[in-house]
């Protein structure tokens, strides 16, 4: 006979509490569902019986790490994004809800051939192929460790027969012209970062987060190099932090892109500035 369900719950929630976690309960129950092999809606009828030793010492050993801040997407490998499980690892950013932003105006338009830049996770280009299955698209990033995320999400969606993913420093290696170009940079200035929750500040992919500077050098690269990629009337969205809106659309502006609006997530912060090229040749 092993532990209560109930009993390791209830302990593992009184840690995560003590350790800071935002949320304990809910990242208590998502590990005992993990360990436990079992989807986290059903984890209710588990709670009755008793847990095996060997899921027990699981369930044990997961709670120790999330207490010592490790991400709960690292521990259980899988983060929601649009509806559909993602595979993640510590080489890539988890995908958050505010990029789902640029996930529903991107489908309020048309397109065929997408360039995701900086694809990380490729949540971003394989929601994009999966909601649209007529389009191709091309995914690149600078980590080889991301892109390997990336390409394990593609086959786990359906979309690898429609999907590229190549290393490449921006466009670096990118060729060919496309009608949607997404991008979600490094926008976090370095002053900012001590400021970050521990989860993602020692976690997550520091080369992914922050350019090391004022947060805009990753737009004003990507903005100097865009327009030959983009074909006429095509979209360029950028995901930005909360208060860059001015800069970014200032920096768009000095590169020739007169066509521009930022916006809103959810609680009403700038997330996306979106762009159209309507200029003819290179």
Same mark, same amino acid.
């Given at each position: 006979m092993g532990v209560s369900a109930n009993t390791l719950l209830a302990a593992a929630v009184r840690r995560l509490d003590a350790a800071g976690v935002p949320e304990p309960a809910i990242?208590?129950? $998502?590990l005992l569902a993990h360990a436990l092999a079992v989807d986290p809606g059903r984890l209710t009828l588990a709670l009755?019986?008793?847990v095996p030793p060997d899921a027990a010492g699981s369930f044990e050993t997961l709670v120790e790490r999330r207490a010592s801040r490790v991400p709960l997407s690292h521990l259980t490998g899988?983060?929601? *994004? +649009? %509806?559909?499980? *993602?595979?993640v690892s510590a080489a890539v950013l988890d995908p958050r809800p505010e990029t789902e932003v640029m996930i529903d105006a991107a489908l309020q338009? /048309? *397109?065929?051939?997408?360039?995701? @830049?900086?694809? %990380? /996770? %490729?949540? #971003? @280009?394989?929601? @994009?192929?999966?909601? $649209?299955p007529t389009a191709r698209g091309v995914g690149v990033d600078i980590s080889r460790a991301a892109l390997a995320v990336a390409v394990e999400n593609a086959r786990r969606h359906g979309v690898a027969d429609r999907a590229v993913f190549a290393c490449s420093d921006w466009f670096s290696a990118v060729g060919g012209t496309y009608d949607l170009i997404v991008a979600n940079p490094p926008y976090i200035a370095a002053e900012e970062m001590a400021g970050l929750s521990p989860?993602? $500040?020692? &976690?997550?992919?520091r080369l992914a987060l922050t350019d090391d500077s004022d947060g805009l050098s990753s737009y004003r690269? #990507?903005?100097? !190099?865009?327009r030959p990629y983009i074909r006429p009337g095509g979209r360029l969205m950028l995901e930005i932090g909360a208060g860059q809106g001015e800069a970014v659309t200032a920096i768009a502006r000095g590169e020739g892109f007169a066509d521009l609006r930022i916006l809103p997530d959810l609680d009403g912060k700038d997330r996306v500035?979106?762009?159209? +090229? !309507? &200029? /003819?040749?290179?």
């Open positions: 990242d208590a129950r $998502r009755a019986g008793a899988r983060r929601m *994004f +649009w %509806g559909r499980d *993602f595979a338009g /048309s *397109f065929s051939d997408v360039l995701d @830049l900086g694809t %990380g /996770s %490729g949540c #971003i @280009l394989v929601t @994009l192929l999966a909601d $649209r989860e993602v $500040r020692d &976690h997550e992919p690269t #990507i903005l100097r !190099q865009a500035v979106v762009l159209e +090229w !309507q &200029h /003819s040749g290179r």
